[in-house]
Nanobody, 122 residues
Framework: QVQLVESGGGSVQAGGSLRLSCVAS????????MGWYRQAPGKQRELVAR???????TYADSVKGRFTISRDNAKNAVYLQMNSLEPEDTAVYSC????????????????WGQGTQVTVSS
């Protein structure tokens, strides 16, 4: 019903920047919050950043001042600008969207992207 496609991951040296993009498509009536999680090997998944439909943002303490989340409601897209990257940022980054889906009855559920690898070398 709804698909999230991510792009923008890759490898970069410490201090560098990357920009992740995630676009939602399908039977979308509206999207509430969107955001990014990450999971490093051997670690639990953690919330990186979240943005609501009213553009209120939340960040993990470890990325405050370095990462910026934004969204384009017309494109059903969410972005994560990552600056001053550190080796500790190495992880698989996944986007999610809290979507109200068009159907016989409108339903609300979360959808996830497939994940994109970010690798930061020292």
């Amino acid at each position: 019903q709804v698909q999230l496609v991510e792009s923008g991951g890759g490898s970069v040296q410490a201090g560098g920047s990357l920009r992740l993009s995630c676009v939602a498509s399908g039977s979308i009536f509206s999207i509430n919050a969107m955001g990014w999680y990450r999971q490093a090997p051997g670690k639990q998944r953690e919330l990186v950043a979240r943005i609501t439909s009213s553009i209120a943002t939340t960040y993990a303490d470890s990325v405050k001042g370095r990462f910026t989340i934004s969204r384009d409601n017309a494109k059903n897209a969410v972005y994560l600008q990552m600056n001053s990257l550190e080796p500790e940022d190495t992880a698989v980054y996944s986007c999610y969207a809290d979507v109200v889906v068009i159907g016989i009855v409108a339903t609300r559920r979360e959808y996830w992207g497939q994940g994109t690898q970010v690798t930061v070398s020292s």
